[in-house]
């Protein structure tokens, strides 16, 4: 299995409090991603990172934020959590962007409860 | 953006049988086409994927086929195994993005 570490695995939250889940990898992988998979709606992206500091947006950015400050590590912030972000979220780690047909590896998942 | 569709959404097949999930994109650009597994409690694993300039591929028991013209393809898994049970994903790469865009994701239950 590829090297990578998602923490927490299982979180609950109050509506309005501050989440930050983080993604550790040891495969040294350029790219990552966070997903959010919900029923009926698969797995959606949220934000990727293409390099240290580098950064952009997905389809379901709204409401939260990365950061990337070392290439081990992507985290990702809910500022404000909302019941609607109940979900389970997954990183993904690649070599190079899809574009260039690599495989990306996924991690166990973390399922966040906002109540 | 691109947009991946994915039938059905849920698929029981009795073991042995073959199961064959469809998928079809928007993006006429898209050139990669994977397929993941995903186990309940895990996260998603990728099984087979194919390229834009081939037509089809095959790995033991599974196979996928491509219809650029028709911006479709396809997951065929014969001889189906109780250990086949699972949520399928088909995904395609999306130009603009450089990210893979998912379906829906189709359950499997394979019956002994």
């Known amino acids: 299995d590829a090297g990578i570490t998602q923490s927490p695995r299982h979180k609950v939250t109050e509506t309005g409090t501050p989440v930050t889940l983080r993604c550790h990898q040891t495969?040294?992988?350029?790219?990552m991603y966070w997903y959010r998979q919900d029923p009926g709606h698969g797995l959606r992206l949220i934000h990727y990172?293409?390099?240290?500091?580098?950064?952009d947006k997905g389809e379901v950015s709204d409401g939260y934020s990365v950061s990337r400050s070392k290439t081990e590590d992507f985290l990702l912030t809910l500022e404000s959590a909302t019941s609607s972000q109940t979900s389970v979220y997954f990183c993904?780690?690649?070599?190079?962007?899809?574009?260039?047909?690599?495989?990306?590896?996924f991690g166990q998942g973390t399922r966040l409860t906002v109540v | 953006g691109e947009n991946v569709e994915q039938h059905p959404s849920t698929l029981s097949v009795q073991e042995g049988d073959s199961a064959v999930i469809k998928c079809t994109y928007s993006?006429?650009?898209?050139?990669?086409f994977p397929w993941y597994k995903q186990e309940l409690g895990k996260g998603p694993q990728l099984i087979i994927d194919?390229?834009?300039?081939?037509g089809e591929k095959k790995d033991q028991r599974i196979a996928v086929t491509l219809n650029k013209t028709a911006k479709h393809f396809s997951l065929h898994i014969t001889e189906t195994q109780p250990e086949d049970s699972a949520v399928y994903f088909c995904?395609?790469?999306?130009?603009?993005?450089?990210?893979?865009?998912f379906g829906k994701g189709t359950m499997l239950l394979v019956s002994p």
């Open positions: 993904a780690i690649s070599e190079s962007d899809a574009q260039l047909n690599t495989e990306a590896f």
């Open positions: 495969e040294n992988h350029r790219y």
């Open positions: 990172s293409y390099g240290v500091k580098d950064t």
């Open positions: 993006d006429s650009a898209s050139n990669y």
């Open positions: 194919i390229r834009s300039n081939v």
């Open positions: 995904a395609a790469s999306y130009s603009g993005y450089s990210t893979l865009t």
